[in-house]
């Protein structure tokens, strides 16, 4: 069996190729051990290519000799198979962030990339925020809890500033994340609002940054990947609506999260 594998900060994306399609499974980068268990028992013999920061000490776990390439690359390599599998055209030229632990943004022109920018608020950020705001750790708890809350209740938009009075700009703009101190003050919010208005901020400034970027390199779509897209429909919608605003075509992979995975199996 052909096997590739992004091993991240936060989880290992495994891509493998079985009876001619591809299969997706992850573990969590702190059960590395698992992981290369799970590989060593499922498959006989296999070919391994591993990309991603953590690709030297999974393959130290593997009893056979994997090849080992840059992520950037297989990233890219990944994003451009699963968008033409999945009939999204995304262009010869193209940015995409990868929406990781952390974040980073890469221009693709013909083929190759280049890493254009990044930023430390990522998916680490959503889980670092929601613990010290709410106590809660797991991931899947934060982004359903987030789902059901309401985050007029946490942010300031431009149309409470301009009471009554018509504002230049559309009023449904956040104009401070966070920023409804009075209100925050007299009665704290529910967690879920708390939530809901954490991904806001981590999609606004993402978004934000990311369409820029792709301003200043002329790319017209943006492909957002990384897993913390992954049972968060919020933080897809959230950038959906203000990189449309924008004038940027956002463009959102199914398995995504697995394009350095899928790079690296290709790369094979
Ligand atoms: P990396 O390659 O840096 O590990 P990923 O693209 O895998 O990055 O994204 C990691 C982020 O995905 C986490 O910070 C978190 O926000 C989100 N995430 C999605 N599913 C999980 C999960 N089961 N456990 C922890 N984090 C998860």
């Known amino acids: 069996a052909k096997i590739g594998i992004d091993a991240g900060g936060t989880l290992i994306k495994i891509a493998y190729c079985q009876n001619g399609s591809i299969n997706y499974r992850s573990f969590q980068s702190k059960s590395m051990e698992e992981a290369a268990l799970w590989i060593t028992q499922h498959f006989e013999n296999p070919?391994?290519?591993?990309?991603?920061?953590?690709?030297?000490?999974?393959?130290?776990?593997?009893?056979?000799?994997?090849?080992?390439i840059l992520e950037f690359d297989a990233t890219a390599q990944g994003i451009t198979y699963l968008a033409s599998r999945q009939q999204?055209?995304?262009?010869?030229?193209f940015l995409f962030v990868n929406v990781g632990t952390g974040t980073s943004m890469h221009y693709v022109q013909n083929g190759r990339q280049e890493r254009v920018g990044?930023?430390?608020?990522?998916?680490?950020?959503?889980l670092g925020l929601a613990f010290l705001m709410t106590g809660i750790q797991d991931y899947e708890q934060i982004v359903q809890n987030a789902a059901e809350g309401n985050r007029e209740n946490v942010d300031?938009?431009?149309?409470?500033?301009?009471?009554?009075?018509?504002?230049p700009i559309s009023g449904d703009l956040t104009a401070s994340n966070f920023g409804k101190t009075e209100a925050i003050v007299s009665e704290r919010p529910a967690d879920e609002d708390i939530l809901a208005a954490m991904i806001g901020f981590v999609g606004e400034v993402l978004v934000t940054i990311s369409s820029q970027m792709?301003?200043?390199?002329?790319a017209d779509t943006i492909v957002?990947?990384?897993?913390s897209f992954r049972s968060n429909p919020l933080l897809q919608e959230i950038i959906e609506m203000y990189a449309g605003m924008i004038g940027?075509?956002?463009?959102?992979?199914?398995?995504?999260?697995?394009?350095g995975a899928v790079g690296a199996l290709l790369a094979l």
Request: proline share 4%.
């Open 224 to 227: 957002y990947v990384g897993s």
């Open 118 to 126: 990044g930023s430390g608020i990522g998916g680490g950020t959503l």
């Open 47 to 68: 070919t391994i290519c591993i990309t991603g920061g953590k690709s030297e000490v999974l393959a130290e776990k593997l009893n056979t000799q994997p090849k080992i």
């Open 248 to 259: 940027k075509k956002p463009v959102f992979l199914d398995r995504g999260e697995y394009s």
């Open 156 to 167: 300031l938009k431009v149309k409470d500033i301009f009471e009554g009075a018509i504002p």
């Open 214 to 218: 792709a301003g200043q390199y002329d």
């Open 88 to 93: 999204q055209s995304i262009g010869n030229n």
